[in-house]
């Protein structure tokens, strides 16, 4: 059975740091890119952030850039991320999601069922 749970989020006041984790199972982890979305109240889900299946390659959303790391332990079944200077705006729902990226997997695209991320004072 595949699951993604993520973990870590929470209230956090402005400028302060968060770091989210999402734990898999049921799937060869190694062989999947992970990514994090985030979606805010009223608005559509949007990536933040990837990471390639070994992690030698990310992506970020230019919002987060530079605030934000994306990391993963494929002897821990995890990826990471990591948020500092948060800002109001960065509140929402953060998703963490896998698609298979290797030949007999490509096609894969799981979902974790969120984390709550407010910034507020």
């Known amino acids: 059975q595949v699951q993604l749970v993520e973990s870590g989020g929470g209230l956090v006041q402005p400028g302060g740091s968060l770091r989210l984790s999402c734990a898999a199972s049921?799937?060869?982890?190694?062989?999947?890119?992970m990514s994090w979305y985030r979606q805010a109240p009223g608005k559509e889900r949007e990536l933040i952030a990837a990471?390639?299946?070994?992690?030698?390659?990310?992506n970020y959303a230019d919002s987060v850039k530079g605030r934000y790391t994306i990391s993963r332990d494929n002897a821990k079944n995890t990826v990471y991320l990591q948020m500092n200077s948060l800002k109001p705006e960065d509140t929402a729902v953060y998703y963490c999601?896998?698609?298979?990226?290797?030949?007999?997997?490509?096609?894969?695209?799981?979902w974790g069922q969120g984390t709550q991320v407010t910034v507020s004072s």
């Open positions: 999601n896998a698609r298979g990226a290797r030949a007999g997997v490509r096609g894969d695209d799981y």
């Open positions: 049921g799937f060869t982890f190694s062989s999947y890119a």
């Open positions: 990471i390639s299946t070994y992690g030698g390659s990310t």
